[in-house]
């Protein structure tokens, strides 16, 4: 079920990021919490494409960063198929699945049976996929579908908009920019795991508290651990 109240809470949240200025990375991360509340899933994740290769940005939380991150490792998954097709690419029931056959049994390892790839485009051109994850088997309801496009419409906006708040800067420089981001953000969690015996999405989770907390950007959060400023 979709939730219309949270929907309207995340285009007004839009609104004003847009008027304020952002950075790509940045809401991606609170897009991808924000998806997971207005379309009652269990989780969510963004890849963005870069030479024609997607890459992991951002998560909802530390057991998606897992499921994306092999994704991104094996190259297969409906994120792929989104990015690469350019359609919307919906698993009801993962365990009757035969499309992803490296993606698909380490999804269901991690809990994950319900799955959606729902692509990025803007200016005519890919730019990433959006992913939705459910617990459990669940047809995905042409609303939720509808709403997920919608969603991902406005990722895209993001990061077409980058380009006219700093007009030197291209889409591209943008994109790279994100994925800076990440690589920061990796260099966090490995100071967290290395210091506190931590596997690596528990130092995650540790990281996107600390940000919470502190009300600051996970890329800020994450500079500082890395800087040694912060030990969270």
């Not at 991606?28 to 963005?48: E, F, K, N, P």
């Not at 992913?131 to 459990?136: E, P, S, W």
Request: net charge negative; glycine share 8%.
């Amino acid at each position: 079920m979709v939730d219309q109240a949270e929907l309207v809470r995340v285009f007004a949240d839009y609104a004003r990021t847009l008027r304020d200025g952002y950075e790509v990375g940045d809401v991606l991360y609170r897009l991808t919490d924000q998806v997971v509340a207005a379309l009652d899933i269990d989780g969510a994740g963004v890849s963005l494409g870069e030479h024609g290769e997607l890459q992991f940005v951002s998560a909802s939380d530390a057991q998606v960063v897992r499921i994306e991150d092999h994704q991104t490792e094996v190259g297969d998954g409906p994120c792929h198929e989104a990015y690469a097709s350019g359609d919307v690419v919906t698993s009801a029931d993962l365990t009757a699945e035969t499309r992803w056959p490296r993606f698909t049994p380490v999804a269901l390892q991690q809990g994950w049976c319900a799955v959606a790839g729902v692509p990025l485009y803007a200016a005519g051109r890919p730019l990433g996929a959006l992913d939705l994850y459910r617990r459990g088997p669940q047809e995905w309801p042409a609303d939720r579908v509808e709403a997920a496009g919608v969603l991902a419409d406005m990722a895209a906006s993001y990061i077409l908009n980058a380009q006219t708040i700093v007009e030197r800067d291209t889409v591209r420089e943008q994109l790279q920019h994100a994925l800076d981001s990440r690589v920061v953000i990796e260099q966090a969690k490995g100071k967290l795991a290395e210091r506190h015996g931590l596997d690596a999405a528990t130092a995650f989770e540790r990281l996107r508290g600390a940000a919470r907390s502190r009300r600051e950007r996970i890329h800020d959060a994450a500079r500082a651990v890395v800087n040694g400023h912060l030990d969270c």
